[in-house]
């Protein structure tokens, strides 16, 4: 039977507002100006889902936003970018969640209020059938405090349904990496930490020997390591690529996250290993080419556009 989705991304949703052109840093009891200001979809879910559909596969988000003027913001930036919100849930219970980030010339500082993204669940998710998707990406564990508590059952659920699965962590804020991942990762069909990542959550010092911990409880691992390219593992077969690096990227935000985004469109296409990872590479790398996680995938020419510019 067809399939309604290719991917369902699970994760967080939020706002995203921009402070640039700061005149100077905050200080208490006083006041400064910022030049400009731009609101926008946030999270790195977010950024997934949206290049996912700009790749031409079919995305559902199932996140859990307020019924407030943000998630209503949410919900429409989604579906502008393709995404099919059919999945999405609402909360009268909790506000949307929002990072102010305050943007200065070599850096920046986060404030971020998590609201809704705290409270999605086994019990919301329970509740939906994925046997209308080929497979859901989950990422950001560490930033959904009931997700992460509820992951195992959640995960369960998801399979009994026939869905395959892949999991990137990211980094956790409190950097207690509280989560077990030794039945975490038996449940899950691609693990995609980066480098740093697998480490933290093992404990080990050394990506070999973090690679060595999880190899036994993965299916297949693909490990993001920056400009050193990727690793992919699935059994015996290991296969390191070195990325395509751009001599003048325009930002790297994102770019963790287009490559997830092209690794799963491949793979939902029942593409081998090898060509999942020199998508994933492509699309990280494409990602460089314009500001912000999504800018360099506004329309399948932009795409192709900046493809060739690491194809010669």
């Not at 999270?43 to 859990?64: D, E, H, K, M, Q």
């Not at 305050?102 to 404030?111: G, T």
């Not at 990872?277 to 506004?298: E, K, P, V, Y």
Request: negative net charge; contains cysteine; charged residues 20%.
């Amino acid at each position: 039977m067809a399939k309604k989705y290719d991917i369902v991304a699970l994760g967080e949703l939020n706002i995203d507002l921009i402070l640039n052109d700061i005149q100077g840093f905050p200080e208490i009891g006083k006041e400064i100006i910022a030049d400009r200001c731009t609101m926008t979809l946030g999270s790195s879910t977010a950024i997934f889902a949206a290049n996912a559909s700009a790749l031409g596969a079919r995305v559902a988000f199932l996140g859990l936003v307020g019924t407030d003027d943000f998630g209503d913001f949410i919900e429409r930036s989604l579906r502008e970018r393709g995404v099919d919100t059919g999945m999405l849930l609402r909360t009268s219970e909790h506000n949307s969640g929002i990072t102010v980030c305050m943007s200065y010339e070599q850096d920046r500082a986060n404030v971020t209020f998590p609201g809704s993204m705290n409270y999605l669940g086994l019990e919301q998710v329970q509740k939906l059938d994925f046997s209308c998707t080929k497979h859901v990406h989950i990422s950001s564990l560490f930033l959904q405090e009931q997700l992460r508590k509820d992951i195992v059952p959640i995960l369960k659920h998801i399979k009994a349904a026939g869905a395959t699965v892949s999991l990137d962590t990211q980094w956790d804020p409190a950097e207690k990496w509280d989560v077990p991942w030794n039945e975490v990762l038996p449940l899950v069909d691609v693990f995609m930490p980066n480098a740093q990542e697998i480490e933290a959550l093992t404990g080990e010092s050394g990506l070999e020997k973090a690679i060595a911990a999880v190899t036994p409880k993965c299916h297949a691992l693909v490990v993001k390591n920056g400009s050193k390219g990727s690793i992919a593992i699935d059994g015996a077969f290991r296969r390191e690529v070195p990325a395509f690096l751009n001599p003048e990227p325009v930002d790297c935000i994102g770019a963790g996250d287009s490559f997830n985004a092209g690794f799963v469109s491949a793979f939902v296409q029942g593409k081998p290993l090898q060509e999942c990872q020199d998508a994933g590479n492509l699309t990280g790398a494409i990602s460089t080419t314009a500001a912000g996680g999504t800018g360099a995938f506004s329309s399948p020419e932009a795409i192709e556009a900046a493809a060739k510019r690491f194809r010669k």
